[in-house]
Structures are given as structure tokens and as C-alpha cells.
């Protein structure tokens, strides 16, 4: 008889978590220094930034092969990575992102790992966590009001087109009848009707902006170049004008700091931040990066989605941003993922088929390619699954062998950190090798267009780019706005390094069409979108949050 397996919450509840004061020991944080959330959660100061320290700590980036539906793994090779690191003696802290409602109660479920290698508590930070989502929120509809109350305004009108507004409210929950509103009906009183809508709150720009500051000051400057839309003579409009930034600011003054948690084996662990990948940065704030980097020898951190995307971003924009140098890359791949570009179906990826597995290779290749031209050699991480067969697991190894990468099955969802110090000691091994040199792909000054191109070609292997008619007068605006210097933010699918979702592995002779461009003054970067990108999403037939349930004790079960 079949042994049951059991859940991941049912995992983190048989954990024995430490006090968060003996966690931020481990770091020499004084306790007081922190601010409490209960036993187990803090939030960390700003001033345990030491830029010294950063430069001799060591950075490590998690990312992953172009993923399935389900997700290939990333936190969870994270978060194991790190209890793997800690056991062969290097003091190492992992840094990740908030998980969003949205998807903890849709279909993906919540970002604290998996198995034996999740944070905790893993049940707090899926929900509410320290409140930081509510914060971004109510920041970002603070704007919103602003702007509709000055529209409403006899005395203080500033001329703000509603036709030309391209800021939305926001909340933290997948709900597709939000998507496109109309609002300001029911007499004057209650405002000047206009079309609006809502985005889920990762996709919002305040997000982005609380991952790209680097102080609290900076955090301002952001949100005052938020731009708003245009004045009936065609003047820009932006959060500063209306005196917003201050207000905003307040309502993010303890959203901003870092939250400390722990790992199940009591290693630290700091959240922060949660935009998304295909539409914003998808990495966490660069204040949460450098915390950890001031407080650890090494710091092991993801970006989301394939690497055609999170990975390139955190590099091209965080990291030349906020001055950072990683100094490894880590590549999760999967056989089920393998398989998948080799054409699987989804009833079949969890059966063997080493032809399919050579053929998904493609994918893999071209993510390993890809890392290499930022002047980092990746170490591949084959995120186990009981399905895996040696024969298929052996092919990947060998192909990434002839390509001068390491491939090391991890199995940190199974053994936790001892699952994985295989990996860890090659990783060590990368970053100590003094190889690896990071190097951004593109200057940031060189025209949007030519930013495009270069991630087109080099990053997707597309043979050009096309614009729409509204993508070459979206440019135009953004010219004459002075924006032309700021980096590029790609939003497309994550399922193909094309921007057709159909064409898996690694597709050729294909060309991308920037449909529209939208642009984030305040966090700082062009936003081409290609293909329809979805700000808000819908929840599913059958979503998460009916298998969820919790007793008289306050014991929940469910939650992934």
C-alpha cells in the first residue's frame, strides 16, 4: 500500500518554528532592531544596509527553463538551495517575494516552497502576511481617489482629461468583473463618470516602485513621477502635481521594510515585494536584496517565470538599478517541463520518454545560452520528481556537460537542505571559480527600439520586431515625455520565448509585434506589451479557495 504524502501545510505544521529573535541572531541583528509581528515574523530597519559589506557578499540568482502550468520549482529550489548552503558551512539567507491572494486562491496556489523546503509560517505569509500588499494598495487607490476628486474639484482643478487617465485601482484578488468599470454614476455628488477599471495589486506600479527604491527618499521621488495622463492642452500630469507622494508615502512608511522569517531548518529568510513577471520586474525589492546581502556571506534569491523574463529583468533593470553583481545563476529545469517542450501532452508528463526529453532539451539550450551572454556560467538544478528516470535524468546531465554546465538533481522538495548540498557545493564552486563576470546585455542609453531589438534577437532568438500603429504613437508620447534613457520591461507570455504561447522548445523563424507600449516613470522603465497581457486575472471553474477550510482552533488546511 501506497505511503500517503503528506500536504505542504500539513508539512509546515509538524514544523517546530524558533523564535524570530534567535533567527536574526544568526544574521547579528539585535533584537532591538526589530519590529515585531508575533513570535515568528519582524520587519527590519533600513539602516542595517551596509553598502561595504554588500560588495564582498555573494549573490545568486535562481531561475528557470521556459515553465509548464504548474511551475517548475524555483522557490522551492530556493529556499532548499539555502538549507543546503547553511549545511556545508556557508551563513547564507534566501530572498524571495510576497506571494499574491490572487493566485492563493485561483489555481497556482501560494510562493512559500514546497515539501521540506518552504519558509514559515508558510500559512501567514500566503495571506496576509505583515500587511504589506494592503499597504500598496491603499497607497495606489489613494492616487486613484485623488485624481477623481480632482476632476470633481470647481477650486483646485488642475485640467486632467478623463479620456487620457491610464491609472487604475487595485486589489489583491483575481476578479475579472473588476477588469472594466464605469464610474461616477448616480448624480454629481458622486463624481464625473468616466471608464475605470482594476488591476490585481502585484501588477501595480506602486509595486514596482517599492521593489526598485533604494531609500525612503527614493521611494518618494517614485511615486511623485508616477505619471497620471494628460491636461486638456496636452500637458503630462504626474502623482506630484496633485501632492500626492507624501501621503502615499506614509501609508508605505512600514511596507517598506524587509520582513524576517524563518526556513523550516531556522535558517533566515527575508520577503519582500511581489510584482509579477510577464507585466513588471518580478523580482523582490532591491532593499530586501541588500539586507540579506549585508547580513550574509551568501544570499540566493528568484525572479519569476522562465528566464526569458524574470532572469533578464532582474539583471538588465534591478540589478544595473541597484548596483548589484551576481556572481551565479542557478537554472531549474524539470523532466515533466523536458517532456512538455517535447511535446507532451499534459496527461503524459509524468511518463517516461526519453525522446521527448531530448527534444524539450532545446529549451534548456537556449535558457543556458541566454545566461551565458550576461557573462554567467549557470549551474542547471533538476528539481526531482518521483516520475524521473535515470535514463532521462543522465541525458540532460550529459548535454548540459558538452555545453561546460553543471546538471545537479535536487531534491529539496523530498530531503530538504540535505537534499541538496550537492548543488550548494556546486554553486560554491561557480562563485569562488572568480569566472563569472556579470555583464548587462544592453546600454540603457542606446534607443528604445534598439533595446527591443536586442532582447528580441538575442534573449528569444526572434528574427525581428514589428510595431502596430499604436506602438509607434505610444513611442512618440514616450519621446516627447524624455523617457527614451529608461530600460526595457518586457510583458509577453511565459509560456514560449516567443510571443505566441503555441510554439514551445525553441521555436525559430519567428518574428514578435509590439501591439501598445505603457511606462512606469516612477519605477523607471518602458513597458513594450506583446500579445494581451492580462492586469487582472479571473479565477478558475473550480478555484483553490473550495478546498480550503479551518476548524474552531484556527487550523487551516487546504493552502498550498
Keep these: 500500500m501506497n505511503k500517503k504524502v503528506p500536504s505542504d501545510i500539513e508539512i509546515t505544521q509538524a514544523c517546530v518554528m524558533t523564535h524570530i529573535e534567535k533567527i536574526a541572531a544568526k544574521i547579528n541583528i539585535d533584537a532591538d532592531d526589530l519590529e515585531l509581528y508575533g513570535k515568528y515574523k519582524a520587519k527590519l530597519p533600513l539602516k542595517l544596509i551596509d553598502e561595504s559589506k554588500i560588495q564582498n557578499n555573494h549573490l545568486v540568482l535562481v531561475t528557470a527553463m521556459t515553465p509548464t502550468p504548474a511551475g517548475e520549482g524555483k522557490t522551492t529550489t530556493s529556499i532548499g538551495l539555502t538549507e543546503g548552503m547553511n549545511r556545508i558551512g556557508k551563513k547564507t539567507t ?24 518552504q519558509v514559515v509560517p508558510m500559512e501567514d505569509i500566503n495571506l496576509h502576511f505583515t500587511g504589506d500588499f494592503s499597504a500598496i494598495e491603499k497607497a495606489n487607490n489613494l492616487l486613484s481617489a485623488l485624481i477623481d476628486n480632482n476632476i470633481q474639484s470647481k477650486t483646485k482643478n488642475i485640467g486632467i482629461d478623463p479620456r487620457t487617465i491610464g491609472w487604475k485601482r487595485v486589489m489583491d484578488m483575481n476578479d475579472r468583473s473588476l477588469r472594466d468599470i464605469t464610474i461616477g454614476l448616480g448624480g454629481t455628488a458622486n463624481g464625473i463618470p468616466r471608464q475605470d477599471g482594476f488591476n490585481i495589486t502585484p501588477a501595480s506600479e506602486v509595486m514596482a516602485i517599492l521593489c526598485m ?54 535558517n533566515p529568510a527575508i520577503i519582500h515585494g511581489g510584482p509579477f513577471a510577464n507585466i513588471a520586474q518580478g523580482t523582490n525589492t532591491i532593499i530586501a536584496t541588500k539586507t540579506g546581502l549585508s547580513l550574509s556571506e551568501y544570499v540566493i534569491t528568484e525572479a519569476g517565470f522562465g528566464a526569458d523574463l524574470g532572469a533578464e529583468k532582474f539583471l538588465d533593470i534591478k540589478c544595473v538599478s541597484g548596483g548589484l553583481k551576481p556572481e551565479a545563476v542557478v537554472l531549474v529545469a524539470t523532466i515533466r517541463a523536458l517532456r512538455h517542450h517535447g511535446g507532451a501532452p499534459k496527461e503524459e508528463y509524468n511518463t517516461p520518454a526519453v525522446e521527448r526529453v531530448s527534444a524539450g532539451f ?24 518521483p516520475t524521473d528516470t535515470n535514463e532521462e535524468v543522465q541525458l540532460v546531465q550529459a548535454k548540459c556537460k558538452e555545453m561546460g554546465v553543471s546538471a545537479i538533481v535536487a531534491n529539496g522538495w523530498a530531503d530538504g537542505g540535505e537534499g541538496m548540498t550537492e548543488l550548494a557545493h556546486a554553486v560554491v564552486a561557480e562563485v569562488e571559480s572568480g569566472k563569472n563576470k556579470f555583464i548587462p546585455l544592453y546600454d ?20 525581428g520586431v514589428d510595431y502596430s500603429k499604436q506602438a509607434l504613437t505610444d513611442l512618440a508620447k514616450i519621446d516627447n515625455l524624455g523617457l527614451n534613457d529608461l530600460p526595457i520591461c518586457m510583458a509577453k507570455t511565459q509560456k514560449s520565448f516567443s510571443d505566441n504561447d503555441k510554439l514551445l522548445a525553441r521555436p525559430t523563424n519567428f518574428r514578435i509585434t509590439v501591439r501598445e ?31 480550503m477550510s479551518i476548524d474552531d482552533d484556527g487550523k487551516i488546511s487546504g493552502l498550498s
Design 517 to 547: 507600449f505603457e511606462f512606469a516613470a516612477g519605477a523607471g522603465f518602458i513597458i513594450p506589451i506583446l500579445g494581451k497581457m492580462m492586469r487582472m486575472p479571473g479565477l478558475p471553474a473550480t478555484p483553490a479557495s473550495e478546498g
Design 94 to 117: 534566501v530572498v524571495l517575494r510576497e506571494p499574491s491572494l490572487g493566485p492563493v486562491f485561483g489555481i497556482k496556489g501560494g510562493a512559500a516552497g514546497g515539501g521540506f523546503s
Design 213 to 266: 527604491a533604494e531609500n525612503f527618499k527614493d521611494l518618494k521621488t517614485r511615486l511623485g513621477n508616477i505619471y497620471i495622463g494628460l491636461t486638456f492642452d496636452k500637458k503630462p500630469i504626474y502623482a506630484r502635481d496633485l501632492k500626492a507622494e507624501n501621503a502615499m508615502a506614509i501609508l508605505l512608511k512600514d511596507a517598506i521594510m524587509p520582513n524576517l522569517v524563518q526556513t523550516m531548518e531556522g
Design 444 to 463: 540603457w542609453n542606446i534607443s528604445i527600439k534598439d533595446k527591443i531589438e536586442t532582447i528580441a534577437r538575442e534573449i528569444y532568438g526572434a528574427d
Design 362 to 385: 532545446a529549451n534548456l539550450e537556449k535558457h543556458i545560452e541566454n545566461i551565458k551572454k550576461f557573462g554567467l556560467n549557470p549551474v542547471v538544478a533538476v528539481n526531482a520528481f
